[in-house]
């Protein structure tokens, strides 16, 4: 089956939103939102092989907060969008983009969530070892493939190391969720000119919830 369709790419972005908009909240208080957001946004790294976009986060539930962070994005009101958010994404698209051109990137991004896979047998996916080693993968694999997307917050919050890395591995999770939508027809130019029957999907996929 094919997945080049809106639905399946309203799930992709607002996937997108949801990690963004989870690091704008962890960089300004230092704690996730919505601990369930959280989980999916960081289990979605890991389902490489799933048969659905909508499987890869586990259904509509765990993205309210990015179907919720999407309308807020995409509804033409200034007081709604969230700047920080818009950056973030921007930001993930563009290193998404890096990412797909560099096959062998590509291939070691591979070997990598392979072995954190391997981890979550024993670990859950909010552990400090399995959070240390996706900001390490991050670091080490995403980070300098374009422009380095620029956190802002609480200083204080920002400091914390744990929070570092909460922040990497959900801009991870971001960077995962761009390569999906790209993979399934996403398009800038979509967002300009479907936005309200984007907006319609949106409101059916909150009802699904």
């Known amino acids: 089956m094919s997945y080049h369709d809106l639905p399946s790419r309203c799930i992709a972005f607002a996937a997108m939103c949801q990690a963004a908009y989870q690091v704008d909240k962890l960089a300004c208080t230092g704690n996730v939102p ?3 957001a959280f989980e999916t946004s960081l289990l979605s790294i890991m389902r490489v092989d799933s048969d659905s976009p909508l499987d890869v986060f586990g259904g509509y539930s765990g993205l309210e ?6 309308q807020s994005q995409l509804n033409g009101n200034n007081q709604g969008r969230n700047m920080q958010v818009t950056k973030y994404i921007i930001g ?3 290193l998404e983009k890096k990412l797909t051109q560099d096959q062998t990137v590509c291939a ?3 070997e990598r969530i392979n072995q954190v896979q391997h981890q979550l047998a024993h670990a859950n996916i909010d552990d400090d070892l399995i959070l ?3 900001n390490l993968i991050y670091k080490d694999l995403i980070s300098d493939l374009g422009p380095k997307i620029q956190v802002n917050g609480n200083p204080a919050c920002l400091q914390q190391e744990r929070t570092q890395h909460k922040i990497r591995a959900l801009l991870l ?4 969720a761009a390569v999906l939508w790209r993979q399934i027809g996403g398009q800038r130019r979509q ?3 479907s936005r309200k029957v984007i907006l319609q ?3 059916q996929n909150l009802r699904r919830i």
């Open 34 to 36: 919505n601990l369930k």
């Open 65 to 70: 907060i990015g179907f919720k962070s999407m």
């Open 92 to 94: 993930m698209l563009a």
């Open 108 to 110: 070691q991004l591979g």
């Open 132 to 134: 240390s080693n996706l």
């Open 173 to 176: 999770a971001g960077v995962r």
């Open 191 to 193: 967002l300009l000119f």
């Open 201 to 203: 999907q949106i409101e």
